[in-house]
């Protein structure tokens, strides 16, 4: 009876050693990229006339400089940890200013705006980044008469 007792052992203890180890591996394969999960999603982003109740309205490509200012609004659904976004104004493919944007868990809007003059006519973007730089969005748009 030894013999079969220590064959028994020998046999569940095989078995074990076979069950933790697939375990450990969907833990391990599980875990492999979560640095590369992002930090938040962007959920919505557009350029507009102003930001009325948290909203943006009339989203437009085309402003009149008459307006005096144009708004950059970005919404963030998840928002996973605290963490912070750019909006980096262009024109002509020239940065004219970055603003950073720190947002809060679990789903946060921001907005950023430009003051316009006459000789801000022309092409313009906003590029919305995060904070390893990588571009979420780029939002085109032109200030004409």
């Known amino acids: 009876m030894p013999d079969f007792n220590a064959k028994k052992s020998s046999f569940l203890l095989s078995r074990l050693l076979i069950v933790c ?14 640095a590369d999960q992002p930090r938040v ?5 557009v350029v507009c006339e102003r930001i009325s109740n948290f909203r943006p309205v009339n989203p437009a490509v085309v402003f009149s400089v008459s307006q005096g200012e144009v708004f950059c ?3 963030f659904d998840p928002v996973y940890e605290k ?3 750019f909006h980096n104004w262009y024109k002509n493919d020239k940065l004219i200013f970055s603003i950073r944007l720190v ?3 679990p789903k946060w809007s921001s907005f950023s705006r430009v ?7 022309g092409p313009w973007r906003v ?5 390893t730089n990588n ?6 748009f032109s200030i004409s008469d």
């Open 41 to 45: 999603v962007l959920a919505d982003a």
């Open 21 to 34: 180890g697939l375990v450990g591996f969907l833990f391990i394969a599980v875990g492999v990229g979560l």
């Open 115 to 121: 003051q316009m003059r006459d000789a801000d006519k």
């Open 73 to 75: 609004f970005s919404a």
């Open 103 to 105: 947002l809060s868990v």
């Open 83 to 85: 963490t912070a976004v």
């Open 135 to 140: 571009i979420l969005k780029t939002l085109r």
């Open 127 to 131: 590029e919305i980044r995060d904070e």
